[in-house]
């Protein structure tokens, strides 16, 4: 896929460093599966809260509708699947900016063979 001189630390962001040795590999078909995982996961999440909720309101003698409970259960997940699911995050994110990085890699030799600056 291209040279690749020097470290394997690419900079996600100023004060941050991720090893992307292993994604370096990313296509389009990894990161859709690994997004697909991922977004898969944090429904669950929200299905397991509503759930909570409901098994709560019911233990309680509340009969709790299944919007109010899905709502809750949408609004409590958010910040919690990003703390759960930080891995799954990271990894999809290490994934996205390798196939990014190789599709500019591909962009900038285009570039340069089309001004007849060959490598």
Request: charged share 20%; glycine share 8%; hydrophobic share 50%.
């Amino acid at each position: 896929m291209g040279d690749l001189t020097g470290s394997t630390l690419d900079t996600v962001s100023e004060d941050k460093t991720v090893d992307t040795s292993t994604d370096r590999e990313a296509t389009a078909g990894s990161v859709a599966l690994s997004l697909a995982l991922y977004t898969l996961a944090r429904l669950a999440l929200v299905v397991v809260v509503a759930a909570i909720i409901i098994g709560g309101g019911a233990i309680a003698g509340v009969q709790v509708p299944l919007l109010v409970a899905a709502v809750f259960g949408v609004l409590i997940a958010l910040p919690l699947g990003m703390v759960l699911f930080k891995s799954l995050r990271l990894r999809v994110n290490r994934q996205i900016a390798a196939v990014d990085d190789a599709r500019r890699r591909r962009h900038d030799d285009l570039q340069s063979r089309l001004r007849g600056q060959a490598d």
